[in-house]
């Protein structure tokens, strides 16, 4: 067979509003009304730069609520400049845009293809002639859908390269929704090249091959559970019909939490500081984009008495906002949350005949010893049956920083009193 590219993204969300921001400067505000078309814009772009054969969307092109007829226009007008390009689009409808909620009041170019929410449709994509791929899609017919729609699929039958596009959560992730859930085992069954999917918006390669399974994510961030890069996944399938997924960014504006230590800080002009070189990094690695952060301060210092007669916002948020309303790269500072603590040695007390002497001993032991270990001891309490596949998994860098943070919150607690 000969090779091609096609663009898997999911979960636009189309002019769906932002979360947790107060008020922003006028040009912030008006990139983030933007951002989610701006997004999905760049996806098309990203379709036709790479001469895509086509471009699939794994549910919730729309937002629950917000199918307004400007988000319609813009859909229209996006997906009419993949068409004129060749680019065929083939959308499945998810639980925040399902057909019996669908709005479309403006027409559709003969090249968008909507599945239905019946049965699996399977849909050829041709170049001259001659069967390139095929794309099997489902959509929700409703908001709720509880059923493994996965199970619908039909078991291929050789042929063409096959694409699966499912709005689904896989493996029942408890932070998403449990709607159409299935297994991993249940699409590899179908025995389909690449299934592209919906729903939880990470972008993450669930399964590499037999079939190669990723969850496109969202193409645009839209509050602080959704930071770090998000965009679409351009996948080659080579002569050999292996698709190579690759993951590009197309978020407008990306979101950042940034935790920092007051410890070995005296003064508040070096914490100032500090957070400016922490912007100017953020501003750096956005890459032209714009960034929203979150700031916490954390650990035990100096300034933590000082900290406490500063008002967060008019001291600290508004300062490190000065002049960025005005970029277009600009790294505007959402909030400032403080959780310092008085300063405190903590290998004197360490030696200290007391309680939190004994707790911290204990957390230095801790650090030493064979992670095995301690899952024996964990077994043999109540609930562990309820962590262990989670626990199992961990490196020795997940239980250095659980140690490190039971640590500092055994310090908080117990010095709470004392100071």
Avoid at 270 to 277: F, I
Avoid at 359 to 387: K, N, Q
Wanted: hydrophobic residues 40%; negative net charge.
């Amino acid at each position: 067979m000969d090779g091609f590219t096609f663009v898997h993204c999911a979960d636009l969300h189309l002019d769906a509003p932002f979360e947790g921001l107060a008020a922003v400067a006028p040009q912030v505000r008006e990139c983030l009304r933007e951002a989610t078309f701006r997004a999905f814009e760049r996806i098309v772009d990203l379709a036709r730069e790479t001469q895509a054969a086509f471009l699939v969307i794994a549910g919730d092109v729309y937002d629950s609520g917000h199918h307004s007829l400007y988000a319609q226009i813009r859909f229209q007008e996006a997906v009419k400049r993949a068409a004129e390009s060749g680019v065929e689009v083939f959308v499945a409808h998810g639980n925040h845009d399902p057909l019996s909620a669908w709005e479309a009041k403006l027409s559709l170019p003969p090249q968008v293809h909507r599945f239905s929410g019946a049965e699996v449709e399977c849909l050829p994509v041709r170049r001259q002639g001659a069967e390139l791929a095929r794309v099997y899609g489902i959509s929700f017919p409703v908001r709720e859908v509880r059923e493994n729609l996965a199970a619908r699929f039909p078991r291929k039958e050789g042929g063409s390269f096959a694409v699966g596009v499912l709005h689904a959560n896989v493996g029942g992730n408890p932070a998403h929704d449990n709607y159409a859930p299935c297994s991993l085992a249940n699409l590899t069954a179908t025995g389909l090249d690449y299934f592209a999917l919906g729903h939880i918006h990470a972008p993450q390669v669930l399964r590499e091959e037999g079939p190669c399974v990723v969850y496109a994510g969202t193409p645009q961030g839209r509050h602080i559970r959704e930071a770090g890069p998000r965009g679409c996944y351009v996948v080659q399938v080579g002569a050999d019909g292996r698709p190579r997924p690759r993951f590009v960014p197309t978020d407008v504006v990306r979101w950042h939490q940034e935790t920092r230590s007051i410890e070995g800080l005296a003064h508040l002009d070096e914490l100032l500081e500090d957070l400016q070189a922490v912007r100017e990094r953020l501003r750096e690695e956005a890459e032209g984009r714009g960034v929203i952060w979150r700031l916490h301060l954390a650990g035990r210092g100096e300034l933590h008495e000082r900290l406490l007669r500063l008002d967060p916002e008019r001291d600290l948020a508004e300062a490190l906002r000065q002049g960025e309303g005005s970029r277009p790269d600009f790294v505007w500072l959402e909030g400032v949350f403080i959780a310092t603590r008085p300063a405190v040695d903590l290998e004197e007390r360490r030696r200290a005949p007391d309680f939190l002497g004994e707790v911290l001993r204990a957390a230095r032991r801790l650090r030493e010893a064979d992670p095995a270990e301690i899952l024996t001891l964990l077994r043999t309490r109540g609930g562990f049956h309820l962590l262990e596949d989670s626990l199992s998994r961990w490196s020795g860098a997940d239980w250095e920083a659980a140690v490190g943070a039971a640590e500092a919150q055994a310090v908080d607690l117990l010095l709470r009193g004392e100071e």
